[in-house]
T-cell receptor, first 114, second 116 residues
Framework: AQSVTQPDIHITVSEGASLELRCNYS??????LFWYVQSPGQGLQLLLK??????LVQGIKGFEAEFKRSQSSFNLRKPSVHWSDAAEYFC????????????FGAGTILRVKS | GAVVSQHPSRVICKSGTSVKIECRSL??????MFWYRQFPKQSLMLMAT?????????EQGVEKDKFLINHASLTLSTLTVTSAHPEDSSFYIC????????????FGPGTRLTVL
Protein backbone atom coordinates (compact mmCIF):
# COMPACT_ATOMS: atom_id res chain seq x y z
CA ALA A 1 0.00 0.00 0.00
CA GLN A 2 1.11 3.50 -0.60
CA SER A 3 2.25 5.41 2.45
CA VAL A 4 3.67 8.77 3.40
CA THR A 5 6.21 9.27 6.13
CA GLN A 6 6.93 12.52 7.87
CA PRO A 7 9.67 11.54 10.30
CA ASP A 8 9.58 14.70 12.38
CA ILE A 9 6.55 15.13 14.62
CA HIS A 10 7.72 18.49 15.94
CA ILE A 11 10.27 20.96 14.65
CA THR A 12 11.31 24.22 16.29
CA VAL A 13 13.21 26.88 14.39
CA SER A 14 14.15 30.44 15.14
CA GLU A 15 12.48 33.20 13.24
CA GLY A 16 14.56 34.04 10.21
CA ALA A 17 16.22 30.64 10.09
CA SER A 18 15.83 28.23 7.21
CA LEU A 19 13.41 25.33 7.33
CA GLU A 20 13.24 21.88 5.81
CA LEU A 21 10.38 19.49 6.49
CA ARG A 22 10.93 15.95 5.35
CA CYS A 23 8.54 13.73 3.47
CA ASN A 24 9.12 10.28 2.05
CA TYR A 25 6.60 8.21 0.15
CA SER A 26 6.22 4.61 -0.77
CA UNK A 27 4.64 4.14 -4.15
CA UNK A 28 5.31 2.11 -7.26
CA UNK A 29 5.01 4.82 -9.87
CA UNK A 30 5.49 8.56 -9.66
CA UNK A 31 2.62 9.86 -7.60
CA UNK A 32 1.16 13.30 -7.45
CA LEU A 33 2.57 15.04 -4.37
CA PHE A 34 1.20 17.82 -2.23
CA TRP A 35 2.07 19.89 0.79
CA TYR A 36 -0.74 21.39 2.86
CA VAL A 37 -0.62 23.63 5.92
CA GLN A 38 -3.14 23.66 8.74
CA SER A 39 -3.43 26.36 11.38
CA PRO A 40 -5.10 25.35 14.67
CA GLY A 41 -8.82 24.75 14.26
CA GLN A 42 -8.67 25.45 10.55
CA GLY A 43 -8.91 23.49 7.34
CA LEU A 44 -6.00 22.70 5.06
CA GLN A 45 -4.45 25.20 2.70
CA LEU A 46 -2.55 24.00 -0.35
CA LEU A 47 1.05 25.21 -0.34
CA LEU A 48 2.27 23.53 -3.51
CA LYS A 49 1.97 20.43 -5.63
CA UNK A 50 4.02 18.32 -7.99
CA UNK A 51 2.50 16.47 -10.90
CA UNK A 52 5.32 16.33 -13.44
CA UNK A 53 8.03 18.43 -15.05
CA UNK A 54 10.48 20.57 -13.12
CA UNK A 55 11.28 18.76 -9.89
CA LEU A 56 11.66 21.99 -7.93
CA VAL A 57 8.26 23.52 -7.38
CA GLN A 58 7.46 26.90 -5.97
CA GLY A 59 4.48 27.47 -3.75
CA ILE A 60 2.76 30.18 -1.83
CA LYS A 61 4.18 32.02 1.17
CA GLY A 62 7.75 31.55 -0.03
CA PHE A 63 7.75 27.76 0.23
CA GLU A 64 9.33 25.40 -2.26
CA ALA A 65 9.68 21.63 -2.48
CA GLU A 66 11.92 19.33 -4.44
CA PHE A 67 10.87 15.97 -5.81
CA LYS A 68 13.71 13.45 -5.72
CA ARG A 69 12.70 10.21 -7.34
CA SER A 70 15.86 8.37 -6.30
CA GLN A 71 15.13 9.11 -2.66
CA SER A 72 11.33 8.92 -2.88
CA SER A 73 11.27 12.27 -1.16
CA PHE A 74 9.41 15.53 -1.48
CA ASN A 75 10.90 17.81 1.17
CA LEU A 76 9.47 21.24 1.88
CA ARG A 77 11.80 24.19 2.33
CA LYS A 78 11.71 27.84 3.17
CA PRO A 79 14.82 30.02 3.34
CA SER A 80 13.62 32.32 6.13
CA VAL A 81 10.83 31.39 8.50
CA HIS A 82 8.35 33.92 9.84
CA TRP A 83 6.47 33.61 13.12
CA SER A 84 3.23 33.29 11.15
CA ASP A 85 4.52 30.04 9.62
CA ALA A 86 3.89 28.24 12.90
CA ALA A 87 1.33 25.57 12.01
CA GLU A 88 1.05 21.90 11.16
CA TYR A 89 2.27 20.74 7.78
CA PHE A 90 1.00 17.70 5.95
CA CYS A 91 2.59 15.93 3.02
CA UNK A 92 0.14 13.97 0.88
CA UNK A 93 0.23 11.69 -2.13
CA UNK A 94 -2.33 10.44 -4.60
CA UNK A 95 -1.89 7.92 -7.35
CA UNK A 96 -3.96 6.10 -9.89
CA UNK A 97 -2.95 2.73 -8.54
CA UNK A 98 -4.85 3.33 -5.32
CA UNK A 99 -7.75 5.28 -6.64
CA UNK A 100 -8.49 8.91 -6.28
CA UNK A 101 -7.59 9.11 -2.61
CA UNK A 102 -5.20 11.42 -0.87
CA UNK A 103 -2.94 9.64 1.57
CA PHE A 104 -1.60 11.93 4.25
CA GLY A 105 1.50 11.79 6.34
CA ALA A 106 1.14 12.13 10.09
CA GLY A 107 2.01 15.80 9.97
CA THR A 108 4.85 17.94 11.33
CA ILE A 109 4.13 20.67 13.86
CA LEU A 110 6.32 23.69 13.29
CA ARG A 111 7.09 26.00 16.17
CA VAL A 112 8.83 29.30 15.54
CA LYS A 113 10.75 30.95 18.34
CA SER A 114 11.60 34.62 18.34
CA GLY B 1 -10.11 30.71 -6.98
CA ALA B 2 -10.88 27.26 -5.58
CA VAL B 3 -12.59 28.31 -2.37
CA VAL B 4 -14.48 25.78 -0.31
CA SER B 5 -16.74 26.72 2.58
CA GLN B 6 -18.27 24.69 5.35
CA HIS B 7 -21.23 25.44 7.55
CA PRO B 8 -21.48 25.50 10.46
CA SER B 9 -17.94 26.02 11.72
CA ARG B 10 -18.90 24.77 15.17
CA VAL B 11 -21.89 22.84 16.41
CA ILE B 12 -22.86 21.46 19.78
CA CYS B 13 -25.70 19.00 19.98
CA LYS B 14 -27.28 16.59 22.41
CA SER B 15 -26.71 12.88 22.20
CA GLY B 16 -29.27 11.20 19.96
CA THR B 17 -29.89 14.15 17.68
CA SER B 18 -28.80 14.55 14.08
CA VAL B 19 -26.49 17.20 12.71
CA LYS B 20 -26.06 18.32 9.11
CA ILE B 21 -22.83 19.84 7.82
CA GLU B 22 -22.71 21.59 4.47
CA CYS B 23 -19.74 21.81 2.15
CA ARG B 24 -19.83 24.21 -0.77
CA SER B 25 -17.42 24.97 -3.58
CA LEU B 26 -17.86 28.70 -4.04
CA UNK B 27 -16.14 29.45 -7.31
CA UNK B 28 -15.89 26.17 -9.16
CA UNK B 29 -17.90 23.09 -9.89
CA UNK B 30 -16.84 20.06 -7.93
CA UNK B 31 -17.38 16.74 -9.59
CA UNK B 32 -16.09 14.98 -6.52
CA MET B 33 -16.19 15.89 -2.86
CA PHE B 34 -14.53 14.13 0.02
CA TRP B 35 -15.30 13.99 3.72
CA TYR B 36 -12.56 13.56 6.28
CA ARG B 37 -12.47 13.22 10.01
CA GLN B 38 -9.58 14.46 12.10
CA PHE B 39 -8.96 13.41 15.67
CA PRO B 40 -6.93 15.64 17.98
CA LYS B 41 -3.26 15.72 17.11
CA GLN B 42 -3.77 13.26 14.27
CA SER B 43 -3.84 13.33 10.52
CA LEU B 44 -6.94 13.27 8.36
CA MET B 45 -8.90 10.10 7.89
CA LEU B 46 -10.94 9.76 4.72
CA MET B 47 -14.53 8.83 5.48
CA ALA B 48 -16.15 8.85 2.09
CA THR B 49 -15.99 10.04 -1.48
CA UNK B 50 -19.04 11.48 -3.17
CA UNK B 51 -19.70 12.19 -6.80
CA UNK B 52 -22.47 14.48 -7.89
CA UNK B 53 -25.66 12.60 -8.52
CA UNK B 54 -24.49 9.23 -7.29
CA UNK B 55 -24.15 7.38 -4.01
CA UNK B 56 -21.15 8.04 -1.85
CA UNK B 57 -18.38 5.49 -1.52
CA UNK B 58 -17.52 4.88 2.11
CA GLU B 59 -14.19 3.79 3.48
CA GLN B 60 -13.91 0.57 5.38
CA GLY B 61 -15.17 0.92 8.93
CA VAL B 62 -17.29 4.00 8.29
CA GLU B 63 -20.97 3.39 8.93
CA LYS B 64 -22.95 4.62 5.95
CA ASP B 65 -26.21 4.66 7.90
CA LYS B 66 -24.68 6.87 10.54
CA PHE B 67 -22.86 9.27 8.26
CA LEU B 68 -25.26 10.14 5.46
CA ILE B 69 -23.70 11.92 2.53
CA ASN B 70 -25.58 13.69 -0.20
CA HIS B 71 -24.01 15.37 -3.21
CA ALA B 72 -27.03 16.90 -4.85
CA SER B 73 -25.30 19.47 -7.01
CA LEU B 74 -21.87 20.31 -8.38
CA THR B 75 -21.34 22.86 -5.63
CA LEU B 76 -22.90 21.29 -2.57
CA SER B 77 -22.36 18.17 -0.51
CA THR B 78 -23.81 17.49 2.91
CA LEU B 79 -22.79 15.17 5.71
CA THR B 80 -25.45 14.26 8.24
CA VAL B 81 -24.38 12.63 11.45
CA THR B 82 -27.43 10.69 12.57
CA SER B 83 -28.19 9.82 16.18
CA ALA B 84 -24.97 11.45 17.27
CA HIS B 85 -23.09 10.18 20.30
CA PRO B 86 -20.18 11.68 22.21
CA GLU B 87 -17.72 9.45 20.35
CA ASP B 88 -18.77 11.21 17.13
CA SER B 89 -17.31 14.43 18.47
CA SER B 90 -14.54 15.39 16.11
CA PHE B 91 -13.32 17.83 13.49
CA TYR B 92 -14.92 17.15 10.11
CA ILE B 93 -13.31 18.55 6.98
CA CYS B 94 -14.54 18.39 3.43
CA UNK B 95 -12.64 18.85 0.21
CA UNK B 96 -13.68 19.43 -3.35
CA UNK B 97 -12.11 18.45 -6.61
CA UNK B 98 -12.80 20.05 -9.94
CA UNK B 99 -12.85 17.23 -12.38
CA UNK B 100 -10.23 14.70 -13.30
CA UNK B 101 -9.25 12.05 -10.78
CA UNK B 102 -5.98 12.82 -9.04
CA UNK B 103 -6.61 16.52 -9.43
CA UNK B 104 -5.95 18.86 -6.53
CA UNK B 105 -8.32 18.72 -3.58
CA UNK B 106 -9.27 22.05 -2.05
CA PHE B 107 -10.26 21.91 1.57
CA GLY B 108 -12.92 23.64 3.58
CA PRO B 109 -12.20 25.25 6.96
CA GLY B 110 -13.67 22.35 8.91
CA THR B 111 -16.54 21.87 11.34
CA ARG B 112 -16.01 21.16 15.01
CA LEU B 113 -18.76 18.83 16.27
CA THR B 114 -19.27 18.36 19.98
CA VAL B 115 -21.88 15.88 21.14
CA LEU B 116 -22.93 16.22 24.75
Amino acid sequence: AQSVTQPDIHITVSEGASLELRCNYSYGATPYLFWYVQSPGQGLQLLLKYFSGDTLVQGIKGFEAEFKRSQSSFNLRKPSVHWSDAAEYFCAVVGMEYGNKLVFGAGTILRVKS
Amino acid sequence: GAVVSQHPSRVICKSGTSVKIECRSLDFQATTMFWYRQFPKQSLMLMATSNEGSKATYEQGVEKDKFLINHASLTLSTLTVTSAHPEDSSFYICSAQRGAPLDTQYFGPGTRLTVL
